[in-house]
């Protein structure tokens, strides 16, 4: 079993900032590329970022200079710094990890429960 919890989530006005984080947690033996996804109402989850397990990230055009991913690989967490966000940033945030779980050769995709995010004056 593997488990992803989203926290950070809330109601800000345009300008405003938030931090997301993602904890892993169950029987994980490596983690390799996680991202953030995000759904606003009515809309396809879109990718927000994603981030390799060396560091590495990768941004959608629409947060670059806003949005910072990062992650710390001994906690298993991963973190979005969320800054001037806008009301089109409104939506619920997804956690993503790729892992391989403990004893299983292959690896799988994990989502989180989500976390809303609102943004408006």
């Known amino acids: 079993q593997v488990q992803l919890v989203e926290s950070g989530g809330g109601s800000v006005q345009p300008g405003g900032t938030l931090r997301l984080t993602c904890a892993a947690s169950?029987?994980?033996?490596?983690?390799?590329?996680m991202g953030w996804y995000r759904q606003a109402p009515g809309e396809q989850r879109e990718l927000v970022a994603t981030?390799?397990?060396?560091?590495?990230?990768n941004y959608a055009d629409s947060v670059k200079g806003r949005f910072t991913i990062s992650r710390d690989n001994a906690k298993k967490m991963m973190y979005l710094q969320m800054n001037s966000l806008k009301p089109a940033d409104t939506a619920v945030y997804y956690c993503?990890?790729?892992?391989?779980?403990?004893?299983?050769?292959?690896?799988?995709?994990?989502w989180g429960q989500g976390t809303q995010v609102t943004v408006s004056s």
């Open positions: 981030i390799t397990s060396a560091g590495t990230p």
């Open positions: 993503n990890a790729d892992v391989v779980p403990i004893g299983i050769i292959s690896r799988y995709k994990y």
């Open positions: 169950g029987s994980i033996f490596r983690i390799n590329d």
